[in-house]
């Protein structure tokens, strides 16, 4: 009798035990941080805080991003009530640019042997511009002095901005900001054990384990409150992006982004000027709604992007109105303007490809030039339809020309006539010219009835 209550002990015990595993959750960051990136993060997030995972772990391996998409993670990390913890690895990997404020921002901030972080000066105000020179320094010299070391305010104040923000980072969480301060400032770079020797991370770990291990029992500011680590006998479960990271990621490529806009512009053409096909139209438009959302979420130049459009639409004013070439060319040259400005982003990973605007412009300049060869073709041509093919051709006379007026057929149609030959009905006669709607038409030598 008493074992069933121990044997239910046991079983509660087993069930509270498998309830009460924690786990860490590690989410891999890898390439250049975009909107899908953060968009991929912020719903990992809410989903670890659902289920008060007990960990998270960041492994990235980046060459930098977007800002917006940074500053997005990383208000994530700092509103998050799950610890985050950053490691940059595995062996070989980094995290420049915007992976270092990610890793500043982080509760735990460590990284694998042979990896380096650093580099975050901003890439789109990297090379100083000109500013003009002070009365009396005239010379070419000084003024090329000035346009080389001297930066513009906007430059200086963007500077200012990020090198506020990631001391800040830093402070948060007691690591060094001066080193964080020339991280921005001189694009400093360090590897990863100088990086914990100067108080820039929490430790060196070359596998997702050691991080656990070495983070166990830490004191973290979590929220603006003390919390102390307690991972021990954890469940490690590596996050795979889902289809909706694939799809965002595979939209907001800016090369995908800017095919999908043409898909859709020349579809919408095609399907205005051929009503009633229907596939350019629905395919036209569900392209344009793709790119419109994926360019919402990226760095656009709207000017580069009117370019674009002013471009195509000189294109189709040469194909409906043929001014041979002038409004293709000018087409052309603001398509290829266009393309090259679209994106407000010197990062590499953010411009559109230099072969695919090339190609697409090759592709456009032999459209024209091939329109251009038939209009010439055309104009060599004789003319085949319209009153003015009438002339030298026959007709059948319909009813006697008593008044020297009458009716003839041609090419199945009837027209009145006028002779100053006396016609009769069925007889062949040939036009010799047009004059408004009356034909004037003569026997030809033939006065015979045709049977």
């Known amino acids: 009798m008493n074992k069933l209550p121990i044997f239910w002990l046991l079983i509660s015990t087993f069930f509270c035990f498998t309830a009460s595993a924690k786990e860490v959750w590690v989410i891999p960051i890898q390439g250049a941080i975009g909107p899908a990136t953060s968009d991929y993060i912020e719903r990992e997030f809410e989903l670890a805080q659902q289920q008060d995972i007990s960990l998270l772990i960041l492994k990235m391996d980046t060459p930098g991003g977007l800002d917006s998409a940074m500053r997005s993670i990383i208000q994530n990390i700092t509103s998050s009530t799950v610890p985050v913890a950053t490691w940059v690895g595995p062996n070989g990997a980094r995290a420049a640019s915007a992976g270092t404020y990610i890793l500043l921002a982080s509760h735990i901030a460590a990284m694998a042997n042979a990896t380096n972080l650093g580099a975050a000066t901003p890439v789109a105000i990297g090379i100083s511009g000109p500013e003009s020179s002070p009365a009396g320094e005239s010379s070419p010299s000084s003024q090329k ?33 001066q ?62 992006p889902d ?48 790119a419109m959302y994926a360019m919402q979420m990226l760095p656009i130049n709207y000017a580069g992007l009117a370019f674009i459009l002013l471009g195509l639409l000189l294109l189709v004013g040469e194909a409906f109105s043929p001014s041979f070439g002038v409004l293709g060319l000018g087409g052309i040259i603001s398509f290829i303007l266009g393309s090259i400005f679209l994106m407000d982003s010197d990062l590499p990973e953010y411009q559109i490809a230099k072969p695919l605007i090339i190609a697409v412009s090759l592709l456009s300049a032999a459209f024209i030039l091939l329109m251009i060869a038939l209009l010439l073709k055309i104009r060599r041509k004789k003319v085949t339809t319209g009153i003015d093919c009438l002339v030298g051709r026959f007709a059948i006379v319909k009813d006697d020309f008593d008044t020297g007026q009458g009716w003839v057929e041609i090419a199945g149609e009837i027209w009145h006539a006028s002779s100053t030959d006396s016609l009769l009905a069925g007889q062949k006669v040939q036009i010799q010219q047009v004059s408004g709607l009356n034909l004037i038409v003569c026997a030809n030598g033939i006065k015979s009835r045709v049977e």
């Not at 001297?150 to 900001?177: P, Q, V, W």
């Not at 921005?184 to 590897?191: G, L």
């Not at 982004?257 to 096909?277: K, T």
């Open 145 to 177: 002095d000035a346009q080389v070391s001297a930066k513009t305010t906007l430059e200086k104040k963007a500077i200012n901005d990020a090198s506020a923000y990631i001391k800040g980072l830093a402070k948060l969480h007691g690591r060094n900001e």
């Open 179 to 240: 080193w964080a301060e020339k991280a921005v400032r001189e694009a400093a770079s360090i590897d990863a054990q100088t990086a914990l020797v100067e108080h820039v991370i929490d430790f060196i770990a070359d596998d997702l384990e050691q991080v656990i291990k070495l983070a166990n029992g830490r004191e973290i500011l979590l929220l603006g409150n003390k919390h102390k680590l307690s991972l021990d006998e954890v469940n490690l479960i590596e996050r795979v």
């Open 243 to 290: 289809w909706r990271y694939s799809f965002l990621a595979t939209i907001t490529n800016p090369n995908i982004a800017y095919i999908l806009m043409l898909i859709g512009i020349y579809g919408l053409i095609l399907e205005f000027y051929s009503p009633g096909v229907g596939l350019p139209g629905v395919l036209g438009g569900i392209c344009l709604v793709l």
